[in-house]
């Protein structure tokens, strides 16, 4: 069993994680198992919550936990904050070779694969199939990013996507809407953009290079792949798998687009926005509220513009459950499961941290209603519910990734052409995929 480079800051031998889990190949084999009815136990158990939820979420999980501790009053769960998302991970694979696991736990979406590849989280089929859950009410692309080989790993819980954010006051003054298709982006950079003495002092739009999360989606929307098929190589030195980063260079050249790179390059953008310096920005669902809370005029929330198809990837991180962690812990841990993501506190669990409701049917409920009258803004989102989809799904995403980044890094800082740079990138790429 082999963990990926990017998780090797620590020393685990695969040995000790084969004894800790149990191999991937044995998970296979329970795919088709229902989980068997627990034996009545109200006798008292503790498990951990390992988590990465920042302080302005505190709020809402402690509000979660006691509620749910009231419906299980025999169950207490100790949250334990990780840190971010990649020492949360560090302290998981540590963890699992120290044989000592929290019972559930989050794990950011993009390194699901990885883990679950290991054998390091726990199937829920079993348990799903036991308690028919209805997974028909979740967002499919949702419930898919936290899927992997034909198996349910964990539920989605904290999830943004990347949308656009615009200056509706601005846009409304010049009689322009956000583009909804690659089509449209010239005309509408042509309305937008400022130029004085051949230099741009208002730009359209900006699109991220700091984070692949932003541009992966560009690459499918115009008929591209990261990944072949069999994801057994990369295919983005391929005509379709192109197009995204060639309109990139072009639209920075003709400086209707900007896009930041490196440290600092998250606030840069975002002060830009609210200085007006840039109409509409590419940026996490979960960033909405601060745009809201410190603009000096009307925020818009549109989905981001395809050209093929039009969709957008699914950030944040899901709920998982230990393989490792003893029976009557993960009876206890997916009764938390089941009730931090279920339909019942959908909403008032999404106000409280600002991230997106997972449920199809909160929207048109009283609750639900109230909540896109107060955020009219997310209304965007789920106007495009189905086309959230998961991240490109290989364990070795988080390593090869880095290579075609580095690319985009090239173009923005060196004003380097990225198709030979991205065409170059191919063999290590591939080597990384190979070796995995």
Known sequence: MKLNKWLS??????????????????????????????????????IQYWHSHAEPQIAALNYMIAEFQKKYPNITVEPVFQGGYPDLHKKLQAAVAAKDVPAVTNVEVSVLPNFADGGVFADMTPYIKRDKVDMNDFSKGMLQAYAYNDKQYGFPL??????????KTMLDKLGVKPPATWAEIEDFNKKVTVKENGKTSRYAFSVPGWDT?????????????????DHKKTLLDQPDSLKWIQNFRKWMQD??????????????????????????????????????????????????????ERKSHIGGAGIVMMEGAPAKQKEAAWKFVSFMTGVENNIKWAEGTGYLPTHKSVVNTDEGKKYFEKLPQYKAVFENFDNVVGRPQHPAYPEFSKQYMEVVGKMILENADPVPLMKDSIKEINRIIADQ
Request: glycine fraction near 10%.
């Open 9 to 46: 800051v620590l020393t685990v031998s695969s040995m000790s994680l084969g004894l800790a889990v149990g191999c991937s190949n044995n998970a296979a084999e329970k795919t088709t198992e229902v989980a068997k009815a627990p034996v009545a136990d109200n006798s008292p158990i503790t």
């Open 158 to 167: 904290i999830v943004s996507t990347s949308v656009f954010v615009y200056n």
């Open 213 to 229: 999360w932003y541009y992966d989606p560009w690459v499918s929307n115009g008929g591209g792949a990261i990944l072949s098929p």
């Open 255 to 308: 400086g209707s687009m900007q896009m930041g790179y490196g440290k600092g390059a998250s606030d840069t953008m975002r002060q830009m926005f609210l200085e007006e310096k840039v109409a509409m920005v590419q940026h996490s669902s979960a960033i909405i509220k601060t745009y809201l809370e410190n603009a000096k005029f009307e925020v818009g929330v549109s989905f981001i513009p395809g050209d093929k």
